[in-house]
């Protein structure tokens, strides 16, 4: 049966109880309620029979009208007594027989009034003692009825006063066998069940996941204590579940090389990984006790404790951490995500925390490293820079904004065309071109940048990787105008050309101005002979000027072997040399020189082992004493340098004849 | 309804270990004559319930026609109890001393009755002055007969009694030797049912109440009271079932008395019988001997004390409010 059935009837059957013992107890003391009225009543009954008693005496004794109206009031009063209730103790038929003698007292009383009280004749007499008797045994035998009515009354009402209690205390009996009935049974159906649900319930919260009841019975508990061990095998194979997922994460979490940790809510450790455990030199049995302040201390606390928080907040943030804990510097990089619960509240975070300490100390290094470097090159009076394969600047120094106006960072990642202008690529690209050809080069040139004009000596070192291919060019240029201005003016100081060992412009100046004025002493004549290279500069850009200037130095020395000791060889500036040949005897003379010079030219120069072919053009102006100016006459030396040129060249001509 | 084979079992038991074990009861058993009166309905119904065996009474009833004649066969020491009116026990003590009332079982207004002939030329109670009157002497009957006249102005001394037995009270009646007759019951309803033409009863309005009364041996009362106080609890049984069953206390009057139920109906008490011991029934005995005294029936000139007459301790202890006698 249902406990809900069981109980339903135990309710009803309980009111029916309770009802029956109301009704039998109401019933029972409206019967001593009506014992007592009857009691009352026959005493009052009694009472009045036993005062007519009485009075049918004096009347008897009297026979006057006073005690004949006592007489009859006190029949009108046991009249009325009787009429008042309705006997339960007497059948009414036994009321009806005492109305019914109360009547007939009246009877017998009329017929003793009606005596003559003249007449005492022995007859009268007989029928008064007579009908006196009468009254009064029927009085006494009226009395004593309710007398003993009024006995039975007083027993009745005793039996419905000891009913009373017995049935209210029945009723207690049994209202309390009930409840104890119902509440051994409750304990038996209820409790008991109860209990061993309570039992299991808390094997189950102390983690005993065998816990089972047991309870076949078909009712409630029954069917809910089935649940219960159905709901405890679930989770029991759930359990099993989690904890091999559990231990698959476990593992999954050891094999991570990083720390990894969960804290709840309050900022206490939940779960760490092997590799966290030994990042922190603790046993997890000790860590999973700790706050994250008592892990991390105070100090290091304080400093994550805003990501810490923010995460708990529901931001997932990063930060690295310095601990201050360990000996040696270490370092980490700590990534945080909320643990967002089911119902979208943050439970707590996980933590994935890996030890960067050797990157960031080679970052460190790196960075220190780049920032010598960096610190070097940019005080270095020196452009440094890599260009990439296609062009585009890639590097450059502090020197760079000094010379470009531009800040290197800007710059880096553009061609270089966009850079530094068309005019200045010009300049640069065969070169360029070499060096990512694989060739170092080194050349200089001028240019002009910011309107300065710098002499820069560069050189473009090709970037070969192992494949031989070229990533770039490390380019390095130096200013070297001021090494250049000082180099020229060093010669302009100087009067030997220091390539050749011969007089130089300054020297010659003065030699000539010193020979004219002795020309013009002696009378003597003096010649002028202005030579040029043929076609020197293709000897240059054919060859180097390392080359043009051999061809220099071997042209000089030819050029002495074809004057006289007396006679001034000098260079004026790159491929130009003057002869000044003094006491001339006739103005012929200087063509035989100028002829022997292209003679002893035309013999091949042998530089760096090849047989170089040279020839010169000679322009010849003789000097006759008159008040010609150096410049003048050197003028008239160009001239004809400037016929023999036109002349085909390797050949000489001379002024005087031209003029002529 | 018969008494069940169960209850005649139990007192055949109680009988059984009476008669061995003794004590208290009687060795010999006792003798009760019973008149022969629808008022001994209590004793009747008690004997057919076996009653009185189960109270473990050794009980032998005999019968007599009037409650005189069972006071004469206690007197003849033929019976130890008997049932007998007022009147008789009244009359009965002015002869011997050796009884006691037990009890009174029945108390009625209406068990005398007074017949007459109306071919007699009686019409009122005066008509009956010289007539011939019909009446069992010594008996419930004279005194009604008495009281009825001189209630009603009539000096019974101017009436012609003829002294009846109840054998032949209405033999006389019909062989015209009575004009009237005081009679009580069954003979009334007989004498009615024989001549149901020729009689009328005279209305009255209960001229007295008589009392039936339960009288012992004065030898008993003290000696005898347990014997007593189980053939009063027997009555007493008795009395309930006739108040509680009167269909089957009916039954039981018509087969004692082999009357049909026309006569149970005419006799059936309006009042059920009730064990009682009054000052009443002293009274009543007190005033019908005066009655017996003035109207010269009895030779004494004093009535006898009452109180020596009746034995309430039984009753007492049967039924304590059923006696209204002082201690």
Not at chain 1, 35 to 56: D, F, I, M, N, P
Not at chain 1, 154 to 166: G, N, V, W
Not at chain 1, 446 to 465: C, F, G, M, W
């Amino acid at each position: 049966m249902k406990i809900r059935t069981q109980l339903l009837a135990a309710a009803l059957i309980a009111l029916v109880v309770g009802l029956a013992a109301c009704v039998s107890i109401w019933h029972a003391a409206a019967q001593e309620d009506a014992a007592e009225q009857q009691q009352q009543q026959a005493q009052a009954v009694a009472r009045e029979l036993s005062g007519l008693l009485a009075l049918t005496h004096d009347f008897a004794r009297e026979r006057d009208p006073q005690s004949e109206q006592q007489w009859r009031q006190r029949q009108t009063a046991v009249s009325l007594a009787l009429t008042a209730h309705d006997s339960v103790v007497l059948d009414s038929t036994e009321i009806r027989a005492l109305r019914d003698g109360a009547a007939r007292l009246t009877l017998l009383f009329d017929r003793l009034a009606d005596l003559p009280p003249a007449d005492e004749s022995a007859l009268v007499a007989r029928r008064r003692e007579l009908l006196v008797d009468q009254l009064l045994t029927d009085t006494q035998g009226m009395a004593d009825s309710a007398y003993r009515w009024a006995r039975e009354a007083s027993l009745m009402r005793s039996e419905s006063e000891l009913r009373h209690k017995r049935i209210t205390l029945l009723a207690m009996a049994l209202l309390m066998l009930l409840i104890a009935g119902q509440a051994a049974l409750g304990f038996r159906r209820v409790l008991a069940p109860l209990r061993a649900l309570s039992v299991a319930t808390e094997a189950l919260e102390r983690g005993d996941l065998g816990a089972r009841i047991g309870n076949t019975r078909s009712d409630e508990l029954g069917s809910l204590s089935r649940r219960f061990d159905a709901m405890a095998q679930a989770l029991s194979e759930r359990t099993t579940q989690l904890e091999a997922a559990e231990r698959r994460i476990r593992a999954i979490a050891d094999n991570v090389p990083a720390g990894v940790v969960h804290v709840d809510g309050e900022q206490r450790l939940q779960f760490a990984n092997a590799e966290f455990c030994r990042s922190m030199g603790l046993p997890i049995e000790r860590l999973l006790s700790l706050s994250m302040r008592e892990l991390l201390g105070e100090q290091d606390y304080e400093r994550s404790r805003g990501p810490i928080e923010a995460a708990l907040r529901g931001q997932a943030v990063s930060f690295e951490s310095a601990p201050t804990r360990f000996s040696r510097p270490r370092y980490f990089y700590n990534q945080l995500v909320p643990d967002l619960g089911a119902d979208g509240r943050v439970a707590g975070a996980y933590a994935l925390v890996q030890d960067i300490t050797e990157r960031k100390l080679a970052e460190m290094e790196q960075a220190a490293a780049k920032r010598r470097l960096r610190d070097i090159t940019d005080s270095l009076p020196a452009l440094i820079s890599y260009i990439g394969s296609d062009e585009r600047l890639q590097f450059a120094n502090g020197t760079f904004k000094t010379w470009m106006g531009l800040e290197p960072a800007q710059c880096i990642g553009k061609p270089l065309i966009e850079i530094i202008g068309p005019e200045l690529y010009a300049q640069r690209k065969p070169y360029l071109d070499q060096a990512l050809r694989g060739e170092r080069v080194s050349f200089e040139l001028e240019s002009t940048a910011l309107e300065v004009h710098r002499h820069l000596k560069n050189e473009y070192i090709p970037d070969v990787q192992k494949d031989g291919s070229v990533a770039g060019i490390y380019a390095l240029s130096s200013d070297v105008t001021a090494m250049k201005l000082v180099e020229q003016h060093l010669a302009q100081l100087a009067r030997i050309d220091t390539l050749t060992g011969l007089p130089n412009r300054r020297e010659f100046d003065e030699r000539l101005a010193a020979a004219m004025s002795r020309a013009r002493r002696s009378r003597r004549l003096l010649a002028l002979l202005f030579l040029d290279l043929d076609r020197f500069k293709q000897i240059n850009d054919t060859f180097g000027h390392a080359v043009g200037d051999e061809v220099l130095k071997i042209f000089g020395h030819r050029l002495l072997t074809c004057v006289r000791e007396t006679d001034t060889v000098a260079r004026l500036a790159g491929d130009e040399f003057m002869v000044v040949l003094e006491g001339l005897n006739t103005p012929a003379e200087p063509q035989l020189v100028a002829g022997k010079i292209i003679e002893a030219m035309s013999r091949p120069f042998d530089i760096e082992d090849r047989a170089m072919t040279v020839s010169t053009s000679i322009g010849i102006a003789v000097y006759e004493g008159n008040a010609e100016t150096p410049e003048a006459l050197t003028a008239r030396a160009d001239g004809a340098l400037y016929e023999a040129k036109r002349a085909g060249r390797n050949t000489y001509r001379d002024a005087e004849a031209l003029t002529a | 309804m018969p008494p069940s084979p169960f209850r005649r079992f139990a007192a055949a038991v109680a009988l059984v270990l009476g008669s061995v074990l003794g004590g208290t009861t009687t060795a010999a058993p006792l003798t009760l004559a019973v008149a022969r009166s629808p008022m001994a309905l209590p004793i009747f119904v008690a004997e057919a319930e076996s009653y009185f065996a189960e109270e473990g009474l050794a009980l032998r009833i005999i019968e007599a026609p009037t409650g005189r004649r069972c006071l004469q066969l206690m007197a003849e020491g033929k019976a130890d109890l008997a049932t007998a009116a007022d009147t008789a026990v009244m009359f009965e003590s002015f002869e011997r001393n050796d009884f006691v009332v037990l009890a009174s079982i029945f108390s009625t207004t209406s068990d005398a009755k007074l017949l007459v002939r109306p071919a007699a030329g009686i019409r009122t109670p005066k008509d009956l002055e010289g007539k011939r009157i019909g009446v069992v002497r010594g008996t419930s009957a004279q005194y009604f007969l008495d009281a009825y006249l001189l209630i009603h102005g009539v000096d019974p001394k101017a009436l012609q009694p003829v002294p009846v037995q109840p054998e032949n009270a209405v033999r006389l009646l019909q062989q015209n030797h009575l004009d009237a007759l005081a009679i009580f019951e069954p003979v009334a309803y007989q004498a009615i049912t024989a001549m149901p033409q020729q009689l009328v009863v005279m209305p009255d309005s209960g001229t007295y109440t008589q009392t039936f009364n339960l009288v012992a041996r004065r030898s008993l009362a003290g000696a005898q009271d347990a014997v007593l106080v189980r053939l009063l609890r027997a009555l007493q049984k008795a009395e309930d079932l006739i108040h509680e069953q009167p269909a089957r206390a009916q039954a039981v009057l018509r087969s004692r008395l082999g009357a049909d139920q026309a006569f149970v109906s005419w006799v059936w008490p309006q009042r059920a019988p009730e064990l009682s011991l009054d000052n009443g029934l002293l009274k009543s005995l007190r005033n019908q001997a005066r009655w017996a005294i003035r109207e010269g029936y009895v030779a004494a000139r004093t009535a006898p004390n009452y109180l020596e007459f009746v034995y309430p301790a039984p009753l007492r202890q049967v039924q304590p409010e059923a006696v209204g006698l002082a201690h």
